[in-house]
């Protein structure tokens, strides 16, 4: 079982940018696909970006796509996600979440590691 902690959430101005870390320990070698998702009151938790081991395979959000890029530190065992352009309606508990294989990356029920979540707020 992978451990998850996020970090890096605030409140920002719309406009403003963020960069959202997830540290993972314990074994890492499941962890093929890892990625961001986001659960904003009253609505499902829903996919934001992820990327593959070596960076080779990234997948975005249309609502995202332009704004939002995915990275990883193999090394330290670490994903980033840069957050630009920020909007009110990014505005969410933001989960790191980690899975086997990359197939049906964007369902939540595919990943088997999960974060506490950091919280994101977007002021307008």
């Known amino acids: 079982q992978v451990q998850l902690v996020e970090s890096g959430g605030r409140l920002v101005q719309a406009g403003g940018s963020l960069r959202l870390s997830c540290a993972a320990s314990g074994s890492t070698f499941s962890n093929d696909f890892m990625a961001w998702f986001r659960q904003a009151p009253g609505k499902e938790r829903e996919f934001v970006a992820g990327?593959?081991?070596?960076?080779?395979?990234?997948r975005y959000a249309d609502s995202v796509k332009g704004r939002f890029t995915i990275n990883r530190d193999n090394a330290k065992n670490m994903v980033y996600r840069q957050m630009n352009s920020l909007k009110p309606e990014d505005t969410a508990l933001y989960y790191c979440?980690?899975?086997?294989?990359?197939?049906?990356?964007?369902?939540?029920?595919?990943?088997?590691?999960w974060g506490q979540g950091t919280q994101v707020t977007v002021s307008s």
């Open positions: 990327v593959d081991r070596n960076g080779g395979t990234t």
């Open positions: 979440a980690a899975k086997t294989g990359v197939v049906l990356f964007s369902r939540p029920s595919a990943y088997h590691s």
